[in-house]
């Protein structure tokens, strides 16, 4: 609050005189009008601003500048010279032959939009082209912000980790909708094909309020390919040593001026059985994926959008010791030990949209999503049902107050969620059945100061029918120290159900026992999770950040800085700790909070070879019964560098070296010797590469390697000799399972 009120009075101390104007046009029939949404700034400044509805602006007078050009899409630029006067009045021609203007722009594949008052990192294709990037999961590989790592030896499944938070406190939307949350909050993030990404945005910290009350660690938004994309069709073939066919396809139909649409299609297999590391069980488990979606887009030209899809899903992973097979399954008479993760998923949505014709600033939109997500899980003799039934609706409605240096949105939201889920285990039956919605109203309200200062400041409250009333602040302020240097804050509270069962499944591949604190047997035997008196997590976070573009030697840069608090009121403990025999899951009674620091660089540092270096710093501690101690799988420290060099006859390198400190272990002193681990995991390396070339027709074709110093966890099974006995656990994952993996693959868009 003290750096917000600073940044206030740096802007009102200057106290320069305002110079009010007004923009017209003379139309075909003779007659005076306003033009609406023409750009006045003064030359060689940032200082700018745009005219009303009425074709009036206001903007702060320069104390050297005296050129004022106005500007307005279709209409000639104009450069008046102003001198002692609070008044002006200017005319602009209207062209009615505007001859074709060619603009062109090498974008980086990375951006941080400069106006925005939160910092949005833009991921696009030319970031994603930088590795595989087989589905969502994997795009992260260039990006130091997020890590990725896997949540056990056997399933193969990633996850990633934002502020040293894990997967679920980071809000997933996709174009906007809620997307892979709940019971797929672990698994989700292979559900989205790389090739389908048109660009990712990423955001730290809480999000707006607009998007819902999740958000808490930062929120990832994926754009897909749209249907009224140039590229006809896009097709993407990959393969690679560890047995992985993919294959993708998206086509884009315009059927009019009006109605898009398109099909993507995605496929992979997994179809080789290895194990590298000679501990009897496969490396990467087998199985199939198909995925499809249809979607559409109809723009009647006169404000009115309306766009909408479906998608369906199955999906299907088969892991364990390298003899089983599904057939083998029996939890009452297992000859080997295997593991399944058997999804089905269908989701539909409908977004509409009127935007004000004669009032651009002003804008009405409804969003509808229902989704059901459906898995089918065996881990050994544990078994798992997940079943989620969802709905979701968000009407927003958009204008300003006087001028578009007031602006505000508004409108309410509704989230509908059925679950019924069994665990089973040697121990207990578990059935969490949870019937929840939550409805509420949201507003936030934005104020612009030139291109100077931006303020955002929301508020939300929902009624939830578990937990009632949760209210959701939020505060995003952006200052404009200079043209080239941008300084950001923000605040605010986000909340969450959690999910007990689906995202601790990675402990599920474990005999340890699993111990719900005040939980009481039903007749029946089974456990029943509305007899725990669960809470909904809550946490605030802070954030500052600072970026900084420069040049240096006529090469362009930025450098950028952030530091992010959260720290949590109510949280729910996964305590590994106690006993190595026991998963200990209770309310947290202390303290829970994490520090994070990250450096960032990003240079040109000799034409067309890009660098990017990073260092990240985390401090995460959770109150345990045990006492404080840090969270379990989280690397304090990490260093990031990658670099790209690009050709004149279109070669790319790409290379993106990752250190990766100590993290801690859960501890397991209780085990026999032979089954301990240390506490803390060692400091590795890990290095991608890639090579890639455009060729004629559209075609690139590119080929890496991931894990280039093949390095890899040696023991990544406690007790795999023995996957029925006491002591097995495949939950205790801190590295790379699979070592040094080559890859191939090509691209064709027509």
């Not at 509805?53 to 004022?68: K, M, P, W």
């Not at 696009?124 to 969502?136: M, R, V």
């Not at 952006?478 to 804050?489: C, D, H, I, P, Q």
Request: hydrophobic fraction near 35%; aromatic fraction near 14%; glycine fraction near 8%.
């Amino acid at each position: 609050m003290l750096l917000f009120f600073y940044a206030t009075y740096l802007v009102s101390a200057q106290k320069p005189q305002t110079l009010k104007g007004i923009v017209l046009e003379q139309n075909s029939k003779g007659i005076i009008e306003p033009i609406q949404g023409a750009m006045v700034h003064w030359v060689a400044t940032s200082i700018g601003t745009s005219t009303d509805s009425n074709g009036v602006f206001y903007i702060l007078t320069h104390s050297t500048s005296r050129a004022l050009v106005i500007q307005a899409t279709g209409y000639k630029s104009d450069t008046i010279t102003v001198s002692a006067k609070n008044f002006v009045k200017v005319m602009l021609v209207n062209k009615s032959n505007l001859s074709e203007v060619t603009i062109n722009y090498e974008r980086k594949s990375t951006e941080v939009r400069f106006l925005d008052p939160w910092k949005t990192t833009i991921m696009n294709e030319k970031e994603l082209f930088k590795s595989a990037c087989c589905n969502l999961s994997e795009s992260f590989e260039t990006n130091p912000s997020v890590d990725v790592s896997y949540a056990d030896a056997l399933t193969g499944t990633k996850q990633i980790q934002l502020l040293g938070l894990a997967t679920q406190y980071t809000q997933l939307t996709q174009e906007a909708l809620p997307s892979t949350r709940g019971l797929a909050s672990v698994y989700g993030f292979s559900y989205t094909p790389g090739t389908w990404i048109n660009s990712i945005q990423l955001s730290k910290g809480v999000g707006s309020v607009v998007n819902g009350y999740e958000s808490i660690a930062g929120q990832i938004n994926v754009e897909l390919h749209k249907p009224d994309a140039k590229e006809k069709v896009y097709v993407n073939a990959y393969a690679s040593e560890g047995g992985r066919y993919e294959l993708n396809a998206i086509v884009n139909n315009t059927v009019s001026n009006t109605f898009s649409q398109s099909i993507l299609v995605h496929t992979s297999t997994y179809k080789l059985r290895m194990d590298r590391n000679g501990d009897g069980y496969l490396d990467n488990p087998l199985g199939t994926q198909v995925n499809g979606m249809y979607r559409f887009a109809f723009n009647n030209q006169k404000g009115f959008v309306l766009l909408g899809g479906f998608r369906l899903l199955g999906d299907k992973k088969i892991g364990g010791q390298i003899t089983f097979s599904e057939n083998m399954f029996d939890t009452a008479n297992q000859q080997a030990y295997g593991t399944r993760v058997k999804a089905e998923r269908a989701e539909g949505w409908l977004k509409t949209g009127y935007v004000f014709p004669q009032k651009k600033y002003k804008s009405i939109g409804l969003q509808l999503k229902a989704e059901q997500q459906r898995y089918d899980n065996f881990f050994g003799n544990n078994t798992y049902f997940g079943l989620q039934q969802s709905g979701y609706v968000n009407l927003i409605y958009q204008s300003i107050i006087g001028t578009t240096d007031h602006k505000f949105r508004t409108g309410m939201s509704s989230q509908i969620d059925q679950f019924d889920e069994q665990f089973v285990n040697q121990a207990n039956n578990y059935l969490f059945n949870r019937n929840e919605w939550v409805t509420g109203a949201f507003g936030e309200y934005t104020y612009s100061y030139l291109a100077t200062f931006t303020l955002v400041a929301g508020f939300r409250s929902d009624y939830n029918n578990l937990f009632g009333w949760q209210h959701t602040p939020r505060m995003h302020a952006r200052y404009a120290l200079t043209e080239k240097t941008v300084f950001r804050a923000s605040a605010g509270k986000g909340w969450r159900t959690p999910n007990l069962l689906a995202e601790n499944s990675g402990m599920m591949l474990s005999s340890r026992k699993w111990n719900f604190n005040t939980m009481i047997p039903l007749a029946s035997g089974a456990l029943h999770s509305n007899v725990w008196n669960i809470k909904p997590e809550l946490a605030w976070n802070y954030g500052l950040n600072l970026t900084q573009d420069f040049k240096l030697n006529y090469r362009p840069g930025t450098f950028s800085v952030d530091y992010y608090y959260t720290h949590f009121l109510s949280q729910v403990v996964v305590d590994r700790d106690a006993n190595a025999q026991e998963i200990n899951i209770y309310q947290l009674n202390g303290n829970s909070y994490s520090n994070s620091i990250q450096f960032q660089l990003d240079y040109q540092l000799i034409r067309r070879l890009d660098v990017r270096l990073a260092y990240r710093w985390f401090d995460v501690q959770q109150q345990y019964k045990q006492g404080l101690l840090q969270q379990p799988m989280v690397a304090k420290h990490r260093a990031f560098a990658n670099m790209e060099y690009k050709t004149k006859n279109k070669w790319n390198f790409d290379a993106t070296l990752q250190w990766t400190g100590a993290k801690r272990l859960p501890s397991t002193i209780n085990n026999p010797s032979d089954k301990q681990l240390p506490p803390y995991s060692p400091t590795f390396f890990i290095l991608n590469t890639q090579v890639s070339k455009s060729l004629k027709y559209n075609i690139d074709v590119y080929g890496g390697v991931e894990n280039l110093f093949n390095f890899k966890q040696l023991q990544p099974i406690i007790d795999g000799n023995n996957p029925y006995g006491t002591y097995f656990d495949a939950s205790m994952v801190w590295g790379p399972v699979f070592g040094r993996m080559l890859y191939a693959g090509i691209r064709w868009k027509y």
